[in-house]
T-cell receptor, first 114, second 118 residues
Framework: AQSVAQPEDQVNVAEGNPLTVKCTYSVSGNPYLFWYVQYPNRGLQFLLKYITGDNLVKGSYGFEAEFNKSQTSFHLKKPSALVSDSALYFCAVRDMTGGFKTIFGAGTRLFVKA | GAVVSQHPSRVICKSGTSVKIECRSLDFQATTMFWYRQFPKQSLMLMATSNEGSKATYEQGVEKDKFLINHASLTLSTLTVTSAHPEDSSFYIC??????????????FGPGTRLTVL
């Protein structure tokens, strides 16, 4: 069965430090992987997507994610965090080998302190 | 950037009634629209994908007769929750994706609609 895990409910980081938001997944075939962000009082925003090709995917607002097939992970990263990055982040996986199910993680709240 | 609106932003209805939620792409033509449901624990569920002029594709486990989706034009998709019950209370979010090209994977999300069924 498909699943997505975001093992951390909350991540705290100081402004200027690198940040990582973790995501691991389980699917039967080759997945499509996504990261979304939800800012307070604003709608969801698409950050980035992995389909195939280079394992390092670059997205919006300086974020990037690394697809690691052996570890079934797709961690979101940013070299230098900003206070404005504080938000709720969702990882999602779509199994393209059967059905149309897209599974979202429970979300990780990122707090960046000045 | 591209703007997606939803109407209404909040709705309260009695159990057994039907509620329609509109999703509009204001400054671009959306060939594909998506409907999501966000649960109180903040996890998101993709409910269905709709392409203009064709029937929606529902995710496994989503009741097609319960959640009616219509994508009649390139700028409007509607979600109708039929015979709503308290367990349908949730936050519904739509998303629109523009026509082909290098930006095909970019989705623009609406602000969401909070449905409360009494």
């Amino acid at each position: 069965a498909q699943s997505v895990a975001q093992p951390e409910d909350q991540v705290n980081v100081a402004e200027g430090n690198p940040l990582t938001v973790k995501c691991t997944y389980s699917v039967s075939g080759n997945p499509y992987l996504f990261w979304y962000v939800q800012y307070p009082n604003r709608g969801l925003q698409f950050l980035l997507k992995y389909i195939t090709g280079d394992n390092l995917v670059k997205g919006s607002y300086g974020f990037e994610a690394e697809f690691n097939k052996s570890q079934t992970s797709f961690h979101l990263k940013k070299p230098s965090a900003l206070v404005s990055d504080s938000a709720l982040y969702f990882c999602a996986v779509r199994d393209m080998t059967g059905g149309f199910k897209t599974i979202f993680g429970a979300g990780t709240r990122l707090f960046v302190k000045a | 950037g591209a703007v997606v609106s939803q109407h209404p932003s909040r709705v309260i209805c009695k159990s057994g009634t039907s509620v329609k939620i509109e999703c509009r792409s204001l400054d671009f033509q959306a060939t594909t629209m998506f409907w999501y449901r966000q649960f109180p624990k903040q996890s998101l569920m993709l409910m269905a994908t709709s392409n203009e002029g064709s029937k929606a594709t529902y995710e496994q486990g989503v009741e097609k007769d319960k959640f009616l989706i219509n994508h009649a034009s390139l700028t409007l998709s509607t979600l109708t929750v039929t015979s709503a019950h308290p367990e349908d209370s949730s936050f519904y979010i739509c998303s629109a994706r523009g026509p082909g090209g290098s930006r095909v994977d970019t989705q623009y999300f609406g602000p969401g609609t909070r449905l409360t069924v009494l």
